[in-house]
């Protein structure tokens, strides 16, 4: 009776935590890797608008006004993610900003050629009018 019961507690003692594991459904993304994103978009981007500026194809504006919504978006919640007491923050926070003046400029070749885009500014980015 007594080897019943010490099988039983020893499988319980080796089954328990491996069915208790602490990893998350849904892991983070390391901060690189969230920030290469960023930057994937806004090479995209940069594609996209130095296209359209040598053959003024409109789709080339949108697609390049759609990657850099996208960038700022990644960027603003990386940034949002990190700390102010180090030093990547900064560095977010320096590509979220470079990416907003590329958004204005976009919508202001956009406006000045007669061609209309959504004119959306993402929260990270602030406009004065």
């Known amino acids: 009776m007594f080897m019943r019961y010490f099988i039983f507690y020893v ?27 960023g930057d994937r978009h806004m090479g995209w981007s940069l594609n996209y608008f130095d296209s359209w500026q040598n053959g003024l194809q409109p ?3 949108q ?12 960027f603003a919640h990386l940034e949002s993610d990190t700390s102010p007491r180090i030093s990547e923050f900064y560095v977010v926070r ?16 956009a406006g000045n050629h007669g061609y209309k885009l959504s004119s959306r500014t993402p929260d990270g980015c602030v406009h004065f009018s």
């Not at 901060?31 to 290469?36: A, M, Q």
């Open 11 to 37: 499988s319980v003692i080796i089954f328990l935590p491996a069915c208790s594991s602490t990893t998350p459904d849904f892991p983070q993304q390391s901060f690189r890797s969230r920030l290469s994103g």
């Open 59 to 61: 789709r080339y504006l």
């Open 63 to 74: 697609l390049a006004e759609q990657h850099t919504i996208a960038a700022i978006k990644m």
């Open 94 to 109: 320096e590509r979220r900003t470079r990416s907003c003046r590329l958004l204005a400029e976009i919508q202001f070749a």
